[in-house]
């Protein structure tokens, strides 16, 4: 919640509608929702104030509902930065090559920032988990396009059966 000096706070207190007294009579009706579809306070609730003389005044309706919603933005945003978060360390982990799945790694935070304890945490991973493993065969294993060491001539070997 955004902080407010004296001049602000008063300004606000000012620009309200309905008193608390005056709220209470008017709470008849259903309780409103936010954006979440749970019910909010309505107009009339107790904020948690002390409650006084006349001076006890509430927010406008529009107010609140500015708020609610720059809160549901906040919490929207907060939600994407989670996400790229997350895509972000399956990404780092998986271009080091040393683990077949990248999301074998839990995500942490500290892994985004450091290369060095991310390195430790995939290699701890690996002795701990050796299966998790990237399994790449390097070198001559005996299968592809084989170099041969003599080259074949065809015309070589159609003059030599023709005789």
Known sequence: MPEFDEEQFDQITENTT??????????????????????????GDDTGEETGD?????FTRTYVEKLRRE???YRERAQQADTLAERLHVALVAATG???????????????????VLADAIE??????????????????????????S???LAG???????
């Open 151 to 153: 080259t074949v001539n």
């Open 18 to 43: 309905e008193t608390v007294e005056d709220a209470t009579t008017d709470q008849a009706g259903p309780p409103e929702s936010d954006s979440d579809g749970l019910p909010g306070p309505s107009e």
């Open 98 to 116: 040393r683990l077949a799945d990248a999301t074998d790694l839990p995500f942490d935070e500290t892994h985004l920032d450091d290369p060095e």
């Open 54 to 58: 006349d001076s006890d005044e509430t």
């Open 157 to 163: 070997l159609l003059r030599s059966r023709a005789n």
């Open 124 to 149: 701890a991973l690996v002795e701990k988990k050796p299966h998790l493993a990237s399994r790449r065969p390097t070198g001559e294993i005996g299968q592809g396009s084989m170099p041969s060491g």
């Open 71 to 73: 809160s549901a933005r």
